[in-house]
């Protein structure tokens, strides 16, 4: 006899979903968003907070949000992963090359997070952690891989299309093979990227450098780019055959 799967366990991963994208929520607003029976809900509200999934947040009335077990249960996921591991020993090279942060991150839903951090050993040095959120618009990671995806999962990715300044740096990325963005969302910081491709020729993640804006100055970027870019082209393997080769300086 074949096996059914559990509605109520379908029920309880939409909850959570929803409860990820609308965090802090109501049960009368998941309930009307989901256009489920509340009581259903609330069922799955209640075993989702007694299994450490979720809690209530601060305030008088009783909403929900993700507890950090989420992250956790992540981690390890992308800690055992072959990415990760093929990783850590071409990020190494690459942090003591060039002396400063380097991560892996990888696409999630509507945005990019970090699985992998090796931090500068320098005194200043810009700290992103393991788990932290890359928004797709203001990183160099979107800038890096969204030019070799197609226009839909760019939309995706997005929430939209692409604005003509966002257009204009994913040109450039396809002509220098990484991205730069002097960071908008932290004035101190600049960080570059690389994309890494799966043996699909798809976009699968990006290799970061991450370095206070103090001590990489615009004439390093094409320097720093490459190296950023030699690191994700080890990483993509098999499926460098398929991708733009990596440029050329022509120092004549």
């Given at each position: 006899m074949?096996?059914?799967?559990?509605?109520?366990?379908?029920?309880?991963?939409?909850?959570?979903?929803?409860?990820?994208?609308?965090?802090?929520?109501?049960?009368?607003?998941?309930?009307?968003?989901?256009?489920?029976?509340?009581?259903?809900?609330?069922?799955?509200?209640?075993?989702l907070a007694d299994e450490g999934w979720i809690d209530a947040a601060p305030g008088a009335s009783r909403r929900w949000q993700l507890t950090g077990h989420i992250h956790l249960v992540a981690h390890v996921a992308h800690a055992r992963s072959?990415?990760?591991?093929?990783a850590l020993p071409i990020l190494t090279k690459l942090r003591d090359q060039t002396g400063e942060t380097v991560a892996l991150s990888v696409p999630d839903v509507g945005r990019f997070v970090l699985i992998e951090v090796l931090e500068s050993r320098e005194v200043l040095r810009t700290a992103p952690y393991i788990g932290?959120?890359?928004?797709?618009?203001?990183?160099?990671?979107?800038?890096a891989v969204l030019p070799y995806l197609t226009a839909a999962r760019q939309a995706?990715?997005?929430?939209?299309?692409?604005?003509?300044?966002?257009?204009?740096?994913?040109?450039e990325t396809l002509r220098n093979g990484f991205a730069v963005n002097e960071t908008e969302t932290d004035g101190n910081s600049i960080n570059i990227a690389a994309p890494i491709f799966e043996v699909d020729h798809r976009p699968i993640g990006a290799v970061v450098l991450s370095a206070p804006r103090s001590r990489l100055a615009p004439e390093a970027y094409q320097r720093i780019g490459m190296l950023v870019l030699q690191a994700a082209r080890e990483l993509s393997g098999a499926a460098t055959a398929a991708v733009p080769p990596i440029p050329q300086r022509d120092d004549s």
């Amino acid at each position: 006899m074949a096996v059914k799967s559990s509605k109520s366990g379908t029920r309880m991963l939409a909850v959570l979903e929803q409860i990820a994208n609308r965090q802090p929520v109501g049960v009368s607003e998941l309930a009307r968003s989901m256009e489920e029976d509340k009581s259903a809900v609330q069922r799955a509200i209640l075993t989702l907070a007694d299994e450490g999934w979720i809690d209530a947040a601060p305030g008088a009335s009783r909403r929900w949000q993700l507890t950090g077990h989420i992250h956790l249960v992540a981690h390890v996921a992308h800690a055992r992963s072959g990415l990760r591991q093929r990783a850590l020993p071409i990020l190494t090279k690459l942090r003591d090359q060039t002396g400063e942060t380097v991560a892996l991150s990888v696409p999630d839903v509507g945005r990019f997070v970090l699985i992998e951090v090796l931090e500068s050993r320098e005194v200043l040095r810009t700290a992103p952690y393991i788990g932290m959120v890359v928004l797709t618009r203001e990183s160099a990671t979107g800038r890096a891989v969204l030019p070799y995806l197609t226009a839909a999962r760019q939309a995706e990715l997005l929430g939209g299309t692409a604005d003509p300044i966002l257009a204009a740096s994913f040109e450039e990325t396809l002509r220098n093979g990484f991205a730069v963005n002097e960071t908008e969302t932290d004035g101190n910081s600049i960080n570059i990227a690389a994309p890494i491709f799966e043996v699909d020729h798809r976009p699968i993640g990006a290799v970061v450098l991450s370095a206070p804006r103090s001590r990489l100055a615009p004439e390093a970027y094409q320097r720093i780019g490459m190296l950023v870019l030699q690191a994700a082209r080890e990483l993509s393997g098999a499926a460098t055959a398929a991708v733009p080769p990596i440029p050329q300086r022509d120092d004549s």
